[in-house]
């Protein structure tokens, strides 16, 4: 069974810095892409970053690029979100997902992390 557990979520001030992990197990991964959505409260679930074992490709949406950098360390199947220059409208709760989607910014992703909160105050 595929388990993703997601650390590193909490509160920091506008203009700081946090980094989110994600760590995966139960599966084989190389030919997987893992990534980050975000969901704000009252809106919709929205793609963040995804990175792919297999040959390391990203993609950012484009409120987060030059902000956000994604890696992976594919000795732990772990990935990472570091968050820089962080905005009080990238408060969301962010959700791991990996799978092999048929858009890498859309999707599907096949399985999910509990989610964790990220909290920016002005």
């Known amino acids: 069974q595929v388990q993703l557990v997601e650390s590193g979520g909490g509160m920091v001030q506008a203009g700081g810095s946090l980094r989110l992990s994600c760590a995966a197990s139960?599966?084989?991964?190389?030919?997987?892409?893992m990534g980050w959505f975000r969901q704000a409260p009252g809106k919709e679930r929205e793609f963040v970053a995804t990175?792919?074992?297999?040959?390391?490709?990203?993609y950012y949406a484009d409120s987060v690029k030059g902000r956000f950098i994604i890696s992976r360390d594919n000795a732990k199947n772990t990935v990472h979100l570091q968050m820089n220059s962080l905005k009080p409208e990238d408060t969301a709760v962010y959700y791991c997902?990996?799978?092999?989607?048929?858009?890498?910014?859309?999707?599907?992703?096949?399985?999910w992390g509990q989610g964790t909160q990220v909290i920016v105050t002005s």
């Open positions: 990175i792919y074992f297999s040959g390391g490709s990203t």
């Open positions: 139960g599966g084989t991964f190389s030919r997987y892409a």
């Open positions: 997902a990996s799978g092999r989607p048929e858009i890498p910014t859309m999707g599907p992703y096949d399985y």
